[in-house]
């Protein structure tokens, strides 16, 4: 959060929409005090936490953002979405809203060549055989219903396709030990008066 900050420039009264996000995101000290609107699938999102933000909570499909304005918000914001909403074309689709209601924005998804996989916590998980991975889901379904359909609906998105996704963004590559964890699309905004 705090590299973000450095590079998104976002100050006190910036407007950010969260896709997919959660408040907790944003309960940090540093930051300056913000206008977040968090867009997430109806009753996913816990809403009665109290931040020093001001925090609105929309019920929504972020690949089909209704009431919002092209250059509608200072900054959108999504953290390991991208990955779960659906094949290509939905993909494509929420690449679009972003790059249409945000100034500027930060789109983050895990990267594939980490050894521990960011959802199942499994090591190497992408690349068991299919069978090998259908038959682990079909014991996790037996205990973790809800937990198995997330791990199901997850779709690597590779840093080609986020290139092409958001061909006016800068790629950061999070690393560790080397290795990419993540890898961020972002663009910065026209710089604003703080």
């Known amino acids: 959060m705090r590299v973000l900050l450095g590079l998104m420039r976002?100050?006190?009264?910036?407007?950010v929409l969260d896709l997919g996000g959660d408040p907790r995101t944003?309960?940090?000290?540093?930051?300056?005090?913000?206008?977040i609107k968090i867009l997430n699938l109806p009753e996913v999102v816990e809403k009665t936490a109290v931040f020093q933000h001001?925090?609105?909570?929309?019920?929504?499909?972020?690949c089909n953002v209704e009431g919002l304005a092209a250059n509608s918000m200072d900054f959108v914001f999504s953290n390991s979405v991208i990955e779960h909403v659906g094949g290509a074309e939905r993909r494509a689709q929420f690449a679009r809203e972003v790059r249409r209601i945000g100034k500027s924005y930060w789109v983050q998804t895990p990267s594939i060549w980490?050894?521990?996989?960011?959802?199942?916590?499994?090591?190497?998980?992408?690349?068991y055989p299919q069978?090998?991975?259908?038959?682990?889901?079909?014991?996790?379904?037996?205990?973790?219903?809800?937990?198995?359909?997330?791990?199901?609906?997850t779709t690597v998105v590779k840093r080609a396709e986020l290139e092409k996704l958001f061909p006016d963004a800068k790629?950061?590559?999070?690393?560790?030990?080397?290795?990419?964890?993540?890898y961020i699309a972002f663009k910065t905004g026209p710089l604003q008066a703080f």
């Open 10 to 15: 976002l100050h006190e009264g910036t407007s």
């Open 131 to 153: 069978g090998m991975r259908n038959w682990i889901l079909r014991r996790w379904r037996e205990k973790l219903p809800a937990w198995t359909e997330m791990i199901e609906g």
């Open 171 to 182: 790629i950061k590559v999070e690393r560790v030990f080397g290795i990419p964890k993540s």
């Open 26 to 35: 944003w309960d940090h000290a540093f930051l300056p005090p913000l206008h």
């Open 54 to 62: 001001s925090v609105e909570y929309i019920d929504g499909d972020g």
């Open 114 to 127: 980490f050894p521990i996989e960011a959802h199942s916590g499994m090591p190497l998980w992408w690349c």
